[in-house]
């Protein structure tokens, strides 16, 4: 499986972005991680297969929002009300089973290469 992220940007705080993650296939849950030179690769948001169940982190709930349009094998993060904080790269990720915690890395095998957000104050 092979994932591309795409959508990331400069924008300024209070700005919205929308990323996207096209996947080669999408049978399992896929999620957005993150991760800025200060920090390791945090959890931000994960969508079950059929989409009907979602987590954030703390972080961003309220303001992020993920969906998948599976017809397209296609995840989107939808990122409203941007601030300095939210600046790193943000990687796709897809599971390869059913079962798992899906606010950690490590269920997670496939990774995109990552798409950079940088918001400005």
């Known amino acids: 499986v092979q994932l591309q992220a795409s959508g990331g940007g400069l924008v300024q705080a209070g700005a919205s972005l929308r990323l996207s993650c096209t996947a080669s296939s999408s049978k399992y849950a896929m999620a957005w991680f993150r991760q800025n030179s200060e920090k390791e690769r945090e959890f931000v948001a994960a969508a079950s297969w059929s989409g009907a169940t979602t987590y954030y982190a703390d972080s961003v709930k309220g303001r992020f929002t993920i969906s998948r349009d599976n017809a397209k094998n296609t995840a989107y993060l939808e990122m409203n009300n941007l601030n300095p904080e939210d600046t790193a790269v943000y990687y796709c990720?897809?599971?390869?089973?059913?079962?798992?915690?899906?606010?950690?890395?490590?269920?997670?095998?496939?990774w995109g290469q990552g798409t950079l957000v940088t918001v400005s104050s």
């Open positions: 990720a897809q599971a390869k089973m059913y079962g798992l915690d899906l606010t950690q890395a490590t269920s997670y095998t496939y």
